[in-house]
C-alpha cells in the first residue's frame, strides 16, 4: 500500500551546487508536495562518498564519480511524501541525462552522465541506508497545514 510518510534522500550534486541549482532544485521537490524533513550543505569525504556509493565499488566509473563527489559541497535533502522514492526518481529522469525527458531534473539541466545535477535513493531500503548515513543525527518531524491540501 502507498505510504504517505515515505522518506526519500535527495543530494544536488556539486556540479549543481556551483551551476546555482539549490532553489530550482528544492522549488521542484516543494511544488511538487512533498515534504523537506532535513536539509544541510557540506563538503564531504572521499570515505563517506564510498559508502553512499558503496553499491557501485569496482565499476569503471566508481573513482571518477568519488573524485567529482567529494570535489565541492553538496546539499543533503530527505523529503517525505506519497511515494516518494519512485516520484522522485521520476523528478530526476535517467540516470543518463540524454536519455531523461524534458520536464524532468537531468532533462531539463544535465548533458553529462558523470555531472547529473542531483542524486535520488532508488528503493525504500537505499533511502533508509542514505538518511542514516547522511543524517545520523536524524530528521525533523512537524506537522505541514499544507498537506490536507496536498493528499486525499
Ligand atoms: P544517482 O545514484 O547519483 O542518483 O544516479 P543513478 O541512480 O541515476 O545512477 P547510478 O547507476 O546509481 O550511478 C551513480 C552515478 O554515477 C555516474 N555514472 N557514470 N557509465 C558511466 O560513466 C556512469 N554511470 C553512472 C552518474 O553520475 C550517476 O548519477
Ligand atoms: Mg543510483
Partial sequence: ???????TYIMIK??????????EIIGRFEKRGFKLIALKLV???????????????????????????????????VWQGLDAVKTGRA??????PLQSPVGTI???????????????????????????????EGVVQYTSALETWIQE
Avoid at 523528478?91 to 543518463?96: C, S
Avoid at 539541466?109 to 542531483?118: E, I, K
Wanted: glycine share 8%; net charge negative.
Fill in 14 to 23: 556539486p556540479d549543481g551546487v556551483q551551476r546555482n541549482l539549490v532553489g
Fill in 106 to 136: 537531468r532533462g531539463d539541466y544535465a548533458l553529462a552522465v558523470g555531472r547529473s545535477t542531483c542524486h535520488g535513493s532508488d528503493a525504500i531500503e537505499s533511502a533508509e541506508y542514505e538518511i542514516k548515513l547522511w543524517f545520523p
Fill in 91 to 96: 523528478m530526476l529522469g535517467a540516470t543518463d
Fill in 43 to 77: 563538503q564531504s569525504t572521499v570515505e563517506h562518498f564510498e559508502k553512499h556509493y558503496a553499491d557501485h565499488k569496482g565499476k569503471t566509473f566508481f573513482p571518477r564519480l568519488i573524485k567529482h563527489m567529494a570535489s565541492s559541497p553538496v546539499v543533503c535533502m
Fill in 1 to 7: 500500500m502507498a505510504n504517505v510518510n515515505e522518506r
